[in-house]
């Protein structure tokens, strides 16, 4: 990653211009990405990918295109630019589009401050297999695992700059490091499988592998035997590994997108109450050392800490400045794009209130019930919130996990799951969705 971006998007816009455009912007991501995947202690696979990826968006009065490229030599940077305008002439209208106007352009931050690139851990190949075989081993050697499906380590690490024709310059790099393994309990049609992933954007804050696949292995033998629960109505409890599912949802829910579509169970939400009194939903781009930390939005407008929910009651939209215009608002800084496409509104770091009691004290509160740890499958209604998924987990009663639990299925309506929601306090603080496991009240299982 030696480019010289700003040189290069310059070069970019001025191409844009010559073309006829009216306005552009350019994003640049330059990458490498190294995965390491071991099988039965040797060598599976080995990948390692790395390129320059250019997108231009052009104007012309209120049309737009995108075209994207990885070459950055001047003929083909010069065809983008052509290419793109004459795209944009031939365009459909959009009344909202465009770009920032300067003085709604983020103007100071300091990339330092988010911690996003651990520029001295440098992860060779061979290092990196080592850890992932030594995941496959010490899941192995748990009792009753039969075999490790896949164990993997990988690193990437990402440097992305935005310019456009209003004056915005901004960069920042950012790093991951991860370790997954997927262990499997039992044989032929008696199998169950379970996984463990981490990933870091520091690799000193990455567990060790041996942790990893201790825990991969535990959790294929704890599901190992299971059976469908009753049907009937339960209460649930969702683990944290799958907690943030549900707020997922939410988010959805409130995204700009959704709400100028009319596709939305929450469109007319704002300023109700849709979460227990007491709790609040944060976004707080500025986390150190979180993935969806950013100095600033894909759009190059300010990001800054909001209250999506504050004491249960819904506070706002999710925008970008298209839909913001759309809705007569302002936009939040939740610009999202890849090269090849344009911005449009996406939630970032989210941390929900968590509660006082451990997971293990909910376990006991619900007295007979379902813990669920894994989610299959879908059937959400974005217009009216019914909600339908496939699960499996563990079988609660008298407040005790008594047996592991498959092929059932969860039902209910997510303005009523929502509204009833105890939080845990078991949210974990480096994942950019900090949702503790959620405890509601009743929903319809159909098992057995």
Same mark, same amino acid.
């Given at each position: 990653?030696?480019?010289?971006?700003?040189?290069?998007?310059?070069?970019?816009?001025? @191409?844009?211009?010559?073309?006829?455009?009216?306005?552009?912007?350019?994003?640049?991501?330059?990458?490498?990405?190294?995965?390491?995947?071991?099988?039965?202690?040797?060598?599976?696979?080995?990948?390692?990918?790395? !390129?320059?990826?250019?997108?231009?968006?052009?104007? %012309?009065?209120?049309?737009?295109?995108?075209?994207? =490229?990885?070459?950055?030599?001047?003929?083909?940077?010069?065809?983008?630019?052509?290419?793109? =305008?004459?795209?944009?002439?031939?365009?459909?209208?959009?009344?909202?589009?465009?770009?920032?106007?300067?003085?709604?352009?983020?103007?100071?931050?300091? =990339? &330092?401050?988010?911690?996003?690139?651990?520029?001295?851990?440098?992860?060779?190949?061979?290092?990196?297999?080592?850890? *992932?075989?030594?995941?496959?081993?010490?899941?192995?050697?748990?009792?009753?695992?039969?075999?490790?499906?896949?164990?993997?380590?990988?690193?990437?690490?990402?440097?992305?700059?935005?310019?456009?024709?209003?004056?915005?310059?901004?960069?920042?790099?950012?790093?991951?490091?991860?370790?997954?393994?997927?262990?499997?309990?039992?044989?032929?049609?008696? +199998?169950?499988?379970?996984?463990?992933?981490?990933?870091?954007?520091?690799?000193?804050?990455?567990?060790?592998?041996? %942790?990893?696949?201790?825990?991969?292995?535990? #959790?294929?033998?704890?599901?190992?035997?299971?059976?469908?629960?009753?049907? !009937?109505?339960?209460?649930?409890?969702?683990?944290?590994?799958?907690?943030?599912?549900?707020?997922?949802?939410?988010?959805?829910?409130?995204?700009?997108? &959704?709400?100028?579509?009319?596709?939305?169970?929450?469109?007319?939400?704002?300023?109700?109450?849709?979460?227990?009194?007491?709790?609040?939903?944060?976004?707080?781009?500025?986390?150190?050392?979180?993935?969806?930390?950013?100095?600033?939005?894909?759009?190059?407008?300010?990001?800054? +800490?909001?209250?999506?929910?504050?004491?249960?009651?819904?506070?706002?939209?999710?925008?970008?400045?298209?839909?913001?215009?759309?809705?007569?608002? %302002?936009?939040?800084?939740?610009?999202?794009?890849?090269?090849?496409?344009?911005? /449009?509104?996406?939630?970032?770091?989210?941390?929900?209130? !968590?509660?006082? %009691?451990? #997971?293990?004290?909910?376990?006991?509160? +619900?007295?007979?019930?379902?813990?669920?740890?894994?989610?299959?499958?879908?059937?959400? /209604?974005?217009?009216?919130?019914?909600? &339908?998924?496939?699960?499996? !987990?563990?079988?609660?009663?008298?407040?005790?996990?008594?047996?592991? =639990?498959?092929?059932?299925?969860? @039902?209910?309506?997510?303005?009523? +799951?929502?509204?009833?929601?105890?939080?845990?306090?078991?949210?974990? *603080?480096?994942?950019?969705?900090?949702?503790?496991?959620?405890?509601?009240? &009743?929903?319809?299982?159909?098992?057995?």
């Amino acid at each position: 990653m030696t480019h010289d971006f700003q040189a290069l998007s310059n070069r970019v816009l001025k @191409a844009a211009a010559n073309a006829g455009a009216d306005a552009s912007d350019v994003l640049l991501v330059d990458g490498t990405n190294t995965t390491i995947e071991v099988r039965a202690g040797a060598l599976e696979h080995a990948e390692r990918s790395e !390129g320059l990826d250019i997108g231009l968006r052009v104007f %012309k009065g209120k049309r737009q295109a995108i075209v994207s =490229v990885s070459d950055s030599s001047d003929h083909t940077i010069s065809q983008m630019a052509e290419r793109a =305008v004459a795209m944009a002439s031939q365009a459909p209208e959009d009344p909202y589009c465009g770009l920032p106007d300067p003085d709604q352009l983020a103007r100071s931050w300091d =990339v &330092s401050q988010l911690e996003l690139a651990d520029n001295s851990a440098k992860r060779t190949p061979k290092q990196m297999q080592e850890t *992932a075989q030594i995941a496959e081993a010490t899941a192995l050697a748990v009792s009753g695992v039969t075999k490790v499906q896949a164990a993997s380590s990988g690193c990437s690490d990402t440097r992305i700059h935005l310019a456009a024709s209003n004056g915005f310059q901004g960069e920042y790099q950012r790093t991951s490091f991860s370790t997954t393994c997927v262990a499997i309990a039992g044989e032929g049609l008696q +199998m169950e499988r379970d996984y463990c992933g981490e990933g870091r954007a520091h690799f000193t804050d990455l567990p060790n592998p041996e %942790k990893i696949g201790q825990l991969a292995g535990e #959790r294929a033998i704890a599901k190992f035997g299971a059976s469908k629960p009753p049907t !009937g109505h339960y209460p649930v409890l969702f683990d944290e590994r799958v907690s943030s599912t549900l707020i997922g949802h939410l988010l959805a829910a409130i995204n700009g997108a &959704s709400i100028i579509r009319g596709s939305s169970w929450l469109k007319d939400a704002l300023g109700e109450q849709i979460l227990p009194t007491g709790i609040d939903l944060i976004e707080n781009p500025h986390r150190p050392r979180v993935s969806g930390s950013k100095p600033f939005d894909a759009e190059g407008m300010p990001v800054a +800490m909001r209250t999506v929910i504050q004491n249960g009651t819904l506070t706002g939209w999710t925008l970008d400045l298209t839909t913001a215009k759309q809705l007569g608002m %302002k936009s939040t800084g939740n610009a999202s794009r890849g090269v090849g496409s344009a911005p /449009s509104p996406a939630s970032g770091n989210i941390t929900l209130t !968590g509660g006082t %009691k451990t #997971r293990d004290q909910l376990i006991a509160q +619900m007295g007979t019930g379902l813990l669920v740890t894994g989610l299959i499958g879908s059937t959400i /209604s974005p217009t009216t919130g019914d909600y &339908s998924r496939g699960a499996n !987990g563990f079988w609660v009663e008298n407040g005790e996990i008594i047996r592991p =639990v498959n092929e059932c299925t969860i @039902a209910s309506n997510l303005n009523t +799951m929502l509204k009833g929601l105890v939080a845990a306090n078991d949210g974990r *603080a480096h994942l950019s969705r900090v949702i503790p496991s959620l405890l509601l009240e &009743s929903m319809t299982i159909a098992g057995a």
